[in-house]
């Protein structure tokens, strides 16, 4: 079935630096790939999303292109600071007849220190 | 706009006991989905409904729980004979989609429902 891995957490970094989290996954078909965040006591958000091949999805100063070469969608920023401290979650949609399921990974928790 | 609203924000219940959980999604959004989150862990699809028509049920959907979506606006969710494996957030999301392809526009996640048993 279709699933997505993400790289071993917590990952914790000092402000201003390079962050990159890992994300692959196995799906059939040609799925869109997705990056939600969740920040302490709030809901999910949608943070970027890619819906093909060599798409690069980017917000708030985040990027991540969808290989399908490598079947990878990692997520990069150049620069974090201490707001962006959260939980991130990498998903997919296999589309076809998924209907708007999601399959998420089991997420990455972020802290950055000043 | 409030965005997806879910009552109550927390629940503690005994073992056995019924539960039931309430979604209002975006109001001009047509679909609705349920998750699943346990801690440390992304969520899980349970199940989603396209206007009133519940259209898939994920294997994790055991017979105890049961959920709607009566006139396609606001959903319940409810699991009968609680177990202590029930522990969970209990998330609802919604989306608009002319057709059943994708994920449609505007996916909006509630804050959810944490599901204590004790």
């Known amino acids: 079935g279709d699933s997505v891995t993400q790289m071993e957490g917590p990952v914790t970094l000092s402000e201003e630096a390079f962050l990159t989290i890992n994300c692959t996954y196995t799906?059939?078909?040609?799925?869109?790939l997705f990056w939600y965040v969740q920040y302490p006591g709030e809901g999910l958000q949608l943070l970027l999303k890619?819906?093909?091949?060599?798409d690069k999805g980017s917000n708030k100063g985040f990027e991540a292109t969808y290989r399908k070469e490598t079947t990878s969608f990692h997520l990069e920023k150049g620069s974090v600071q201490v707001s962006d401290s959260a939980v991130y979650f990498c998903a997919l949609n296999a589309g076809g007849t998924s209907y708007g399921k999601l399959t998420f990974g089991q997420g990455t928790i972020l802290t950055v220190h000043p | 706009d409030t965005g997806v609203s879910q009552n109550p924000r927390h629940k503690i219940t005994k073992r056995g006991q019924n539960v039931t959980f309430r979604c209002d999604p975006i109001s001009e959004h047509n679909r609705l989905y349920w998750y699943r989150q346990t801690l440390g862990q992304g969520p899980e699809f349970l199940t989603y409904?396209?206007?009133?028509?519940?259209?898939?049920k994920s294997r994790l959907l055991s017979d105890r729980f049961s959920a709607e979506r009566p006139k396609g606006s606001f959903s319940t969710l409810e699991i009968q004979r609680t177990e202590q494996g029930d522990s969970a957030m209990y998330l609802c999301?919604?989306?608009?989609?002319?057709?059943?392809?994708?994920?449609?526009?505007?996916?909006?996640f509630g804050s959810g429902t944490r599901l204590t048993v004790v």
């Open positions: 999301a919604s989306s608009f989609s002319p057709n059943l392809q994708g994920v449609g526009y505007g996916y909006t």
């Open positions: 409904f396209q206007n009133e028509a519940q259209l898939e």
């Open positions: 799906a059939t078909g040609y799925p869109s």
């Open positions: 890619a819906t093909k091949a060599d």
